[in-house]
């Protein structure tokens, strides 16, 4: 199986940054990051082909959150800034072994790491 750990998450000012990272057992998956707050559906918010080279952002972090990967370290990051209050969730990375061509549900994915708290405050 492809083991994923996930670090980075902490508490942050509104218009603020935080970078996360997620480590995978293998660098030739596609790997996503979705968010959940609580009381909420798991979110889509992001995913990056093995290459690199296809990326995909959901609306409400298009333009803030940039999703990029360093296959030598088997590492793929999310740069997170102008954070607002709305962010606040638990942060998950999530690996497929194919880009998928619907890449914004969690059943296209078969791993998932541990998830890391983000928490913007006001």
Do not use: H
């Amino acid at each position: 199986q492809v083991q994923l750990v996930e670090s980075g998450g902490g508490l942050v000012q509104a218009g603020g940054s935080l970078r996360l990272s997620c480590t995978a057992s293998y660098s030739s998956y596609a790997i996503a990051w979705f968010r959940q707050a609580p009381g909420k559906e798991r979110e889509f918010v992001t995913v990056i082909s093995w290459s690199g080279n296809t990326v995909y952002y959901s609306d409400s972090v298009k333009g803030r959150f940039t999703i990029s990967r360093e296959n030598a370290k088997k590492m793929v990051f999310l740069q997170m800034n102008s954070l607002k209050p709305e962010d606040t969730a638990i942060y998950y990375c999530a690996a497929s072994r194919f880009m998928s061509t619907q890449p914004m549900g969690v059943r296209a994915y078969d791993y998932w790491g541990q998830g890391t708290q983000v928490t913007v405050s006001s």
